[in-house]
């Protein structure tokens, strides 16, 4: 009996060490555990204040012709009151909330009540039900994808009641934009919220979450890595892709229905700006069975991070170029047009090509051929929760052996090209290339944390390789 309790004793010893010994190791594997003051005092800076970012942009536009700088002008000099700005800002309406509440209810719909029909005759199109990758729980979970079809549908209707069944005008996104900004700031507060509590007391896979003890991180970065109601609606994939991109190409369209309204015509500028996002929105739609396989889905939990960042960031400050040129009309000369465009379009090969590049080495293994030769790489290990030791291969040839994050490089080409083409003459239309650039980085720098914790000593070998992040030769 004693030998059988030593033995008993020892199994629940190694057992226990290694959960501990997992625990450590996984670190950052999706979220960290313990919260450090710096990062405490950034949650805290960005709850505070990254709301008010968006409605100072938005405000600024609308009341001051997109100059950030004249509202804390006339609020230093003594001009107006912060109660004469609020009070000229418009309000929540009955009908703005309608439309806002009819939307999102639409996107839902289609997105867990009709499955993909596209991949069955698109050709080189993945949709349907998709395997995402392996959680640190080391669940595998399936999505339906579906959002080029809800992409398609929804600009279908869009096309078909604005031209022709004239049930609403094309200009009605601009019409509402700022009290649509209330109602996505209310969805965007109440599934955050919702997504703590279901984090606490009823989670899709309690092994995924993680409680840090720590209220403002958790809220901000999430318990829950896959949050889902039912089998299908996972919070993750529908927050990031609908309602904020499927929306995105509507509120440039919008944008450049106004300003065929107040001027008669649309400028070269509005163009570009609507060809080259529309391309890189018709991009992640496309390859969404791809996004299932990046740092969104792969790494980040569930919280106000991506639930608020995803219905009030994404939709209001990535759309500040469209927004910019209704109030200033940019009319681009023909050589610089064309040099913007070829920016944007070679940023979105560069962003495309170092994906493919990827998603073709993982798809077969490593048996292909990257520009005509066999694609080279590390192999790496890493343990999951419950135990369980997996591989991967990290590519060190094509795009991928020029920088570690190259696809970034491209992204951000791009990001520039949306900017240029609003010309120079206010600094509001290039937030959107400065926080992508800091946002990229910090992505670099955060990714590659948690590569390290959780491959080791085979991240480092595999950084000795390929030593640069963003630009080959200085980053």
């Not at 006339?74 to 309000?91: A, Q, V």
């Not at 003890?213 to 829950?224: A, K």
């Not at 509507?250 to 500028?269: C, D, P």
Request: glycine share 8%; proline share 4%; hydrophobic share 40%.
């Amino acid at each position: 009996m004693a030998a059988h309790q030593e033995r008993k004793l020892a199994e629940e010893r190694k057992h226990q060490n290694m959960q501990n010994d997992t625990k450590t190791s996984q670190g950052q594997w999706g979220r960290a555990w313990e919260v450090d003051w710096f990062s405490l005092a950034s949650i805290l800076f960005l709850l505070m204040f990254a709301p008010l970012i968006v409605y100072y942009f938005i405000m600024s536009c609308d009341q001051y012709q997109c100059s950030l700088t004249d509202p804390l002008l006339d609020l230093l000099t003594g001009k107006k009151h912060l109660s004469d700005i609020w009070n000229r800002t418009p309000m929540l309406t009955y009908r703005a909330a309608a439309i806002y509440s009819l939307w999102v209810t639409f996107q839902v719909f289609l997105y867990v009540s009709i499955p993909d029909f596209c991949h069955k005759f698109l050709p080189g199109y993945v949709g349907g039900v998709q395997e995402g990758a392996v959680t640190p729980a080391g669940v595998v979970n399936k999505y339906e994808i579906n959002g080029l079809q809800a992409w398609i549908i929804t600009h279908v209707l869009w096309f078909a009641h604005a031209s022709c069944f004239h049930f609403f005008s094309p200009t009605i996104i601009f019409d509402n934009w700022i009290p649509f900004l209330w109602c996505a700031n209310i969805l965007g507060y109440a599934v955050s919220t919702f997504a703590m509590i279901k984090g606490y007391f009823f989670p899709t896979n309690a092994k995924d979450c993680k409680i840090t003890g720590n209220f403002f991180y958790d809220y901000m970065m999430g318990i829950e890595f896959n949050p889902r109601i039912g089998k299908w609606f996972d919070f993750k994939l529908f927050f990031n892709g609908r309602p904020g991109i499927v929306a995105w190409t509507l509120i440039n369209l919008s944008f450049a229905a106004k300003q065929q309204e107040l001027y008669g015509e649309v400028t070269n500028s509005m163009i570009l700006v609507n060809v080259l996002q529309g391309i890189y929105v018709l991009d992640f739609f496309w390859n969404e069975a791809w996004y299932l396989k990046t740092m969104d889905i792969c790494h980040d939990h569930f919280g106000w991070y991506l639930g608020w960042g995803d219905c009030v960031w994404l939709p209001y400050l990535y759309t500040l170029q469209g927004l910019y040129l209704v109030y200033h009309p940019v009319q681009l000369r023909t050589d610089y047009a064309l040099g913007i465009l070829m920016c944007g379009l070679l940023g979105y090969y560069i962003f495309r090509m170092t994906n493919h590049q990827k998603d073709l080495f993982r798809r077969t293994n490593g048996n292909c051929r990257i520009w005509g030769k066999k694609p080279e790489y590390i192999e790496c290990s890493y343990t999951s929760v419950d135990g369980t030791k997996y591989y991967s291969k990290l590519m060190t040839s094509g795009f991928w052996g020029w920088a570690r994050h190259f696809n970034y490089t491209g992204d951000l080409m791009g990001s520039l090209a949306y900017c240029l083409a609003c010309g120079f003459e206010h600094v509001l239309p290039y937030f959107y290339v400065i926080y992508m650039t800091i946002l990229l980085t910090h992505r670099c720098i955060r990714d590659e944390h948690r590569c390290s914790s959780k491959y080791g000593k085979d991240w480092r070998c595999y950084t000795a390789v390929v030593p640069y992040r963003l630009l080959p030769g200085v980053f």
